[in-house]
């Protein structure tokens, strides 16, 4: 398990219930066992990606797995036992993914698609990078795009030294209805005012400069 563990991921510290401490042997109710056992799954699978830069390795090398979930609550199990966004050293990211999508455009099912962006001045990390990066991947776990969530492949958090992003991945990059309908999504549970732009992942590949032209704004 990478580094950024805050507490011991050990299953005796996690407890069988994936919260912080285990649960008491000394509980004589079957029917409150039966209640803390009772997960609640989620319509995917998801599998969060931590992104340190090591020189000596390949930025695919430098990606790694910490862990996938497919429960409501063992998604609070990991989120409360990893450090917040706000906190890594630049250069850092973490990625949510449908597991089976890998955080990459050259993933077969990033390739064709494309990703909405959020940028997040440095100034304002503390205020708004932690809850924006929660609230997205709230989106991801609960289905928030109705019809359009097969379309949606996962997200990602960039740290930087100049600023952070904040970007939903799609499979998806020219059916505009479903694009837009995505970005709209987006900008309504974050209640952020800033315009949202489309980035194609191909044009993202293919930069010759740091600008890429949007192709779609909301």
């Given at each position: 398990?990478?580094?950024?563990?805050?507490?011991?991921?050990?299953?005796?510290?996690?407890?069988?219930?994936?919260?912080?401490?285990p649960?008491?042997?000394?509980?004589?109710?079957?029917?409150?066992?039966?209640?803390?056992d009772?997960?609640?799954?989620?319509?995917?699978?998801?599998?969060?990606?931590?992104?340190?830069?090591?020189?000596?390795?390949?930025?695919?090398?430098?990606q790694?797995?910490?862990?996938?979930?497919?429960?409501?609550e063992?998604?609070?199990a990991?989120?409360?036992?990893?450090?917040?966004?706000?906190?890594?050293?630049?250069?850092?990211?973490?990625s949510?993914?449908?597991?089976?999508?890998?955080?990459?455009?050259?993933?077969?099912?990033?390739?064709?698609?494309?990703?909405?962006?959020?940028?997040?001045?440095k100034?304002?990390?503390?205020?708004?990078?932690?809850s924006?990066?929660?609230?997205?991947?709230?989106?991801?776990?609960?289905?928030?795009?109705?019809?359009?969530?097969?379309?949606?492949?996962g997200?990602?958090?960039?740290?930087?030294?100049?600023?952070?992003?904040?970007?939903?991945?799609?499979?998806?990059?020219?059916?505009?209805?479903?694009?837009?309908?995505?970005?709209?999504?987006?900008?309504?549970r974050?209640?952020?005012?800033?315009?949202?732009?489309?980035?194609?992942?191909?044009?993202?590949?293919?930069?010759?400069?740091?600008?890429?032209?949007?192709?779609?704004?909301?």
């Amino acid at each position: 398990m990478p580094e950024i563990i805050k507490k011991s991921d050990s299953a005796e510290d996690l407890g069988s219930e994936g919260h912080g401490s285990p649960r008491s042997s000394t509980n004589p109710s079957p029917t409150l066992d039966l209640a803390l056992d009772t997960k609640h799954p989620l319509q995917n699978q998801w599998t969060l990606w931590y992104y340190k830069i090591d020189r000596s390795k390949s930025w695919e090398d430098n990606q790694r797995e910490v862990t996938t979930f497919s429960t409501v609550e063992d998604f609070w199990a990991l989120y409360n036992h990893i450090e917040f966004a706000s906190k890594l050293q630049p250069g850092c990211d973490y990625s949510l993914f449908k597991t089976g999508v890998r955080p990459m455009w050259e993933d077969q099912k990033n390739y064709e698609g494309g990703r909405w962006l959020i940028t997040v001045d440095k100034r304002l990390r503390s205020m708004y990078l932690d809850s924006f990066w929660l609230e997205i991947m709230m989106c991801l776990i609960g289905e928030a795009f109705g019809e359009f969530g097969n379309a949606v492949n996962g997200a990602v958090v960039n740290v930087r030294m100049k600023g952070d992003k904040i970007a939903l991945w799609l499979a998806e990059s020219q059916i505009k209805q479903t694009v837009m309908s995505i970005g709209t999504v987006i900008k309504t549970r974050l209640a952020w005012d800033n315009p949202l732009v489309f980035e194609v992942h191909r044009d993202s590949m293919n930069k010759n400069s740091s600008a890429i032209r949007a192709k779609y704004t909301v």
